[in-house]
Protein backbone atom coordinates (compact mmCIF):
# COMPACT_ATOMS: atom_id res chain seq x y z
CA UNK A 1 0.00 0.00 0.00
CA UNK A 2 1.55 3.12 -1.23
CA UNK A 3 1.85 5.93 1.50
CA UNK A 4 -0.10 9.60 1.34
CA UNK A 5 1.79 12.31 -0.11
CA UNK A 6 0.32 14.17 3.45
CA UNK A 7 2.18 11.77 5.55
CA UNK A 8 5.40 11.91 3.82
CA UNK A 9 5.13 16.05 4.56
CA UNK A 10 3.80 15.26 7.69
CA UNK A 11 7.13 12.98 8.82
CA UNK A 12 9.44 15.33 6.85
CA UNK A 13 8.42 18.04 8.54
CA UNK A 14 8.77 16.43 11.77
CA UNK A 15 12.38 15.33 11.15
CA UNK A 16 13.05 19.12 10.03
CA UNK A 17 11.96 20.37 13.44
CA UNK A 18 13.92 17.42 15.07
CA UNK A 19 16.79 18.22 13.58
CA UNK A 20 16.44 22.12 14.39
CA UNK A 21 15.64 22.05 18.13
CA UNK A 22 18.32 19.42 18.52
CA UNK A 23 20.84 21.52 17.03
CA UNK A 24 19.78 24.50 18.95
CA UNK A 25 20.06 22.31 22.39
CA UNK A 26 23.29 21.12 21.05
CA UNK A 27 24.84 24.35 20.56
CA UNK A 28 23.18 26.33 23.44
CA UNK A 29 25.02 23.18 25.82
CA UNK A 30 22.05 23.15 27.76
CA UNK A 31 22.78 26.75 29.62
CA UNK A 32 19.91 27.08 32.29
CA UNK A 33 17.59 29.18 30.85
CA UNK A 34 20.05 31.87 30.31
CA UNK A 35 17.48 34.38 29.13
CA UNK A 36 16.08 34.32 32.36
CA UNK A 37 18.82 34.72 34.47
CA UNK A 38 19.92 38.45 32.88
CA UNK A 39 20.14 41.32 34.79
CA UNK A 40 20.10 44.57 33.34
CA UNK A 41 23.69 45.49 33.47
CA UNK A 42 24.25 41.68 32.01
CA UNK A 43 21.82 42.12 28.79
CA UNK A 44 23.45 45.91 28.69
CA UNK A 45 26.75 43.77 27.10
CA UNK A 46 25.03 43.11 24.07
CA UNK A 47 24.10 39.08 24.99
CA UNK A 48 27.90 38.63 26.48
CA UNK A 49 27.88 35.35 27.74
CA UNK A 50 29.71 34.84 31.48
CA UNK A 51 31.46 30.95 31.54
CA UNK A 52 30.31 29.59 28.00
CA UNK A 53 26.85 30.16 28.99
CA UNK A 54 24.42 31.61 26.57
CA UNK A 55 22.03 34.07 26.96
CA UNK A 56 19.29 32.24 24.84
CA UNK A 57 16.90 29.41 26.48
CA UNK A 58 17.37 25.97 25.21
CA UNK A 59 13.96 23.87 23.72
CA UNK A 60 13.73 22.35 27.19
CA UNK A 61 13.35 25.53 28.80
CA UNK A 62 10.91 26.90 25.96
CA UNK A 63 8.81 23.40 26.61
CA UNK A 64 8.83 23.74 30.34
CA UNK A 65 7.73 27.49 30.06
CA UNK A 66 5.15 27.02 27.44
CA UNK A 67 3.84 24.35 29.69
CA UNK A 68 3.39 26.49 32.69
CA UNK A 69 1.28 29.05 30.87
CA UNK A 70 -0.95 25.92 29.03
CA UNK A 71 -1.40 24.85 32.55
CA UNK A 72 -2.83 28.00 33.40
CA UNK A 73 -3.18 30.36 30.66
CA UNK A 74 -5.99 32.63 32.51
CA UNK A 75 -4.97 33.83 35.87
CA UNK A 76 -5.12 37.58 37.07
CA UNK A 77 -2.69 38.68 39.34
CA UNK A 78 -2.28 42.56 38.41
CA UNK A 79 -2.34 44.35 35.47
CA UNK A 80 1.36 43.44 34.41
CA UNK A 81 1.11 39.71 35.45
CA UNK A 82 -1.79 38.28 33.28
CA UNK A 83 -2.17 34.83 31.95
CA UNK A 84 -1.64 34.49 28.17
CA UNK A 85 -4.98 33.39 27.87
CA UNK A 86 -6.41 36.13 29.12
CA UNK A 87 -3.79 38.20 26.44
CA UNK A 88 -4.37 36.23 23.61
CA UNK A 89 -8.26 37.13 24.10
CA UNK A 90 -7.43 40.59 24.33
CA UNK A 91 -5.70 40.52 20.90
CA UNK A 92 -8.34 38.22 19.30
CA UNK A 93 -11.56 40.73 20.75
CA UNK A 94 -9.45 43.57 18.86
CA UNK A 95 -8.85 41.91 15.72
CA UNK A 96 -12.13 40.45 15.15
CA UNK A 97 -13.88 43.24 16.11
CA UNK A 98 -12.00 45.59 13.30
CA UNK A 99 -12.08 42.68 11.03
CA UNK A 100 -15.89 42.26 11.34
CA UNK A 101 -16.66 46.57 10.57
CA UNK A 102 -13.61 46.09 7.68
CA UNK A 103 -16.03 43.31 6.32
CA UNK A 104 -18.96 45.11 6.49
CA UNK A 105 -17.58 47.95 4.35
CA UNK A 106 -15.12 46.61 2.14
CA UNK A 107 -17.10 43.47 0.88
CA UNK A 108 -20.07 46.10 -0.24
CA UNK A 109 -18.00 48.68 -1.38
CA UNK A 110 -16.25 46.29 -3.11
CA UNK A 111 -18.95 45.07 -5.15
CA UNK A 112 -20.03 48.54 -6.23
CA UNK A 113 -16.68 49.38 -7.52
CA UNK A 114 -16.39 45.69 -9.30
CA UNK A 115 -19.91 46.33 -10.85
CA UNK A 116 -19.22 50.18 -11.83
CA UNK A 117 -16.53 51.07 -13.46
CA UNK A 118 -17.64 54.93 -12.74
CA UNK A 119 -17.31 53.98 -8.98
CA UNK A 120 -14.41 52.22 -9.78
CA UNK A 121 -12.61 55.29 -11.38
CA UNK A 122 -14.10 57.88 -8.82
CA UNK A 123 -12.54 56.48 -6.09
CA UNK A 124 -9.65 54.72 -7.55
CA UNK A 125 -7.29 58.10 -7.03
CA UNK A 126 -8.52 57.45 -3.12
CA UNK A 127 -7.63 53.87 -2.63
CA UNK A 128 -4.02 54.61 -4.21
CA UNK A 129 -3.52 57.42 -1.43
CA UNK A 130 -4.60 55.50 1.74
CA UNK A 131 -3.62 51.87 0.87
CA UNK A 132 0.55 52.38 1.25
CA UNK A 133 0.09 54.49 4.22
CA UNK A 134 1.30 52.18 7.30
CA UNK A 135 -1.70 51.27 9.88
CA UNK A 136 0.34 52.15 12.77
CA UNK A 137 0.94 55.46 11.31
CA UNK A 138 -2.94 55.87 12.13
CA UNK A 139 -2.21 55.25 15.75
CA UNK A 140 -0.99 58.78 17.05
CA UNK A 141 -4.45 60.28 15.71
CA UNK A 142 -6.09 57.33 16.71
CA UNK A 143 -5.55 58.02 20.34
CA UNK A 144 -5.47 61.60 19.78
CA UNK A 145 -9.53 61.69 18.58
CA UNK A 146 -10.56 58.52 20.34
CA UNK A 147 -8.92 58.92 23.31
CA UNK A 148 -8.98 55.40 24.47
CA UNK A 149 -6.49 52.70 23.51
CA UNK A 150 -8.39 49.54 22.90
CA UNK A 151 -10.84 51.46 20.63
CA UNK A 152 -7.84 53.03 18.68
CA UNK A 153 -6.22 49.31 18.08
CA UNK A 154 -9.56 47.93 16.70
CA UNK A 155 -9.66 51.63 14.17
CA UNK A 156 -6.40 50.54 13.16
CA UNK A 157 -6.88 46.91 12.48
CA UNK A 158 -10.12 48.22 10.76
CA UNK A 159 -8.08 50.08 8.77
CA UNK A 160 -5.18 47.52 7.91
CA UNK A 161 -8.24 44.60 7.22
CA UNK A 162 -9.90 46.80 4.43
CA UNK A 163 -7.79 47.12 1.29
CA UNK A 164 -7.38 43.24 0.99
CA UNK A 165 -10.75 42.47 0.93
CA UNK A 166 -11.41 45.82 -0.94
CA UNK A 167 -9.56 45.48 -3.75
CA UNK A 168 -9.80 41.42 -3.93
CA UNK A 169 -13.41 41.95 -3.84
CA UNK A 170 -13.43 44.23 -6.70
CA UNK A 171 -11.07 42.28 -8.68
CA UNK A 172 -13.45 39.02 -8.37
CA UNK A 173 -16.53 41.21 -9.34
CA UNK A 174 -15.11 42.54 -12.29
CA UNK A 175 -13.81 39.00 -13.59
CA UNK A 176 -16.96 37.21 -13.81
CA UNK A 177 -17.83 36.02 -16.83
CA UNK A 178 -19.34 37.86 -19.56
CA UNK A 179 -22.06 35.76 -20.82
CA UNK A 180 -22.96 34.54 -17.13
CA UNK A 181 -24.14 38.03 -16.94
CA UNK A 182 -25.63 38.64 -20.18
CA UNK A 183 -27.34 35.15 -19.54
CA UNK A 184 -29.38 36.97 -16.22
CA UNK A 185 -29.95 39.92 -18.16
CA UNK A 186 -31.56 38.15 -20.78
CA UNK A 187 -33.80 36.06 -18.49
CA UNK A 188 -34.40 39.56 -16.79
CA UNK A 189 -33.27 38.55 -13.49
CA UNK A 190 -32.83 42.01 -11.12
CA UNK A 191 -29.85 43.66 -10.32
CA UNK A 192 -30.00 42.36 -6.37
CA UNK A 193 -30.59 38.71 -8.01
CA UNK A 194 -28.24 38.80 -10.05
CA UNK A 195 -25.78 39.90 -7.57
CA UNK A 196 -26.28 37.38 -4.70
CA UNK A 197 -26.68 34.44 -7.49
CA UNK A 198 -24.82 34.87 -9.75
CA UNK A 199 -21.93 37.03 -8.88
CA UNK A 200 -21.51 36.39 -5.36
CA UNK A 201 -21.05 32.63 -6.32
CA UNK A 202 -18.54 33.33 -9.09
CA UNK A 203 -16.86 36.07 -7.02
CA UNK A 204 -16.34 34.28 -3.74
CA UNK A 205 -13.10 32.34 -3.86
CA UNK A 206 -11.44 35.62 -4.92
CA UNK A 207 -13.12 37.41 -1.66
CA UNK A 208 -12.01 34.51 0.59
CA UNK A 209 -8.67 35.10 -0.32
CA UNK A 210 -8.84 39.03 0.67
CA UNK A 211 -10.31 37.61 3.97
CA UNK A 212 -7.65 35.33 4.72
CA UNK A 213 -5.10 37.92 3.83
CA UNK A 214 -6.61 40.51 5.76
CA UNK A 215 -6.87 38.31 8.86
CA UNK A 216 -2.45 37.68 8.57
CA UNK A 217 -2.41 41.35 8.17
CA UNK A 218 -4.40 42.07 11.12
CA UNK A 219 -3.01 39.67 13.33
CA UNK A 220 0.39 40.70 12.77
CA UNK A 221 -0.93 44.50 13.13
CA UNK A 222 -2.50 44.23 16.17
CA UNK A 223 0.67 43.03 17.63
CA UNK A 224 2.66 46.17 17.03
CA UNK A 225 -0.01 48.23 18.03
CA UNK A 226 -0.45 46.54 21.97
CA UNK A 227 3.56 46.83 21.85
CA UNK A 228 2.81 50.65 21.08
CA UNK A 229 -0.35 51.39 23.71
CA UNK A 230 0.51 49.13 26.03
CA UNK A 231 -2.15 47.91 28.83
CA UNK A 232 -3.38 44.10 27.84
CA UNK A 233 -2.47 42.19 24.21
CA UNK A 234 0.04 39.64 23.41
CA UNK A 235 1.77 42.85 21.81
CA UNK A 236 2.18 44.39 24.95
CA UNK A 237 2.32 40.70 26.82
CA UNK A 238 6.07 40.55 25.08
CA UNK A 239 7.29 43.87 25.20
CA UNK A 240 6.57 43.40 28.85
CA UNK A 241 8.79 40.30 29.49
CA UNK A 242 11.23 42.27 27.35
CA UNK A 243 11.14 44.77 29.71
CA UNK A 244 11.50 41.87 32.35
CA UNK A 245 14.10 40.26 30.44
CA UNK A 246 12.98 37.16 30.03
CA UNK A 247 13.95 36.05 26.88
CA UNK A 248 12.12 32.41 27.28
CA UNK A 249 9.07 34.07 27.91
CA UNK A 250 9.17 36.43 24.94
CA UNK A 251 10.31 33.42 22.92
CA UNK A 252 6.93 31.45 24.15
CA UNK A 253 4.77 34.54 22.79
CA UNK A 254 6.01 34.26 19.64
CA UNK A 255 5.24 30.45 19.25
CA UNK A 256 1.84 31.32 20.72
CA UNK A 257 1.25 34.24 18.14
CA UNK A 258 2.36 31.94 15.37
CA UNK A 259 0.19 29.10 16.54
CA UNK A 260 -3.24 31.77 17.18
CA UNK A 261 -2.48 33.34 13.40
CA UNK A 262 -2.50 29.44 11.73
CA UNK A 263 -5.59 28.61 13.31
CA UNK A 264 -6.99 32.12 12.47
CA UNK A 265 -5.53 31.08 8.49
CA UNK A 266 -7.02 27.50 8.80
CA UNK A 267 -10.57 28.79 9.55
CA UNK A 268 -11.06 31.01 6.46
CA UNK A 269 -9.36 28.36 4.56
CA UNK A 270 -12.20 25.88 5.93
CA UNK A 271 -14.57 28.57 5.14
CA UNK A 272 -13.15 29.17 1.95
CA UNK A 273 -13.65 25.41 0.50
CA UNK A 274 -17.23 25.22 1.61
CA UNK A 275 -17.62 28.48 -0.32
CA UNK A 276 -15.50 27.74 -3.22
CA UNK A 277 -17.46 28.10 -6.50
CA UNK A 278 -17.58 24.84 -8.82
CA UNK A 279 -18.30 25.53 -12.37
Known amino acids: MKSSPTLHAAVLSAALLAVFLGGWQLAIGGGAGGGEAMDPEYAALMGATAKGASALPTPIDIGKEMWRHIADPFYDNGPNDKGVGIQLGYSLMR ?30 PFIQVLKPISPLAWMPLALYTIKDSGISSIFVIFICSVWPMLLNTA ?5 VRRDWLNVAKTLEVGRLRTAFRVILPAAAPTIMTGMRISIAIAWLVIVAAEMLVGGTGIGYFVWNEWNNLSITNVICAILFIGLVGMALDQVLYRLSRLVTYVE
Do not use: Q
Not at 171 to 175: E, I, R, W
Open 95 to 124: VLAGYALAAALAIPLGFLIGMSPLFYRALD
Open 171 to 175: FGVAS
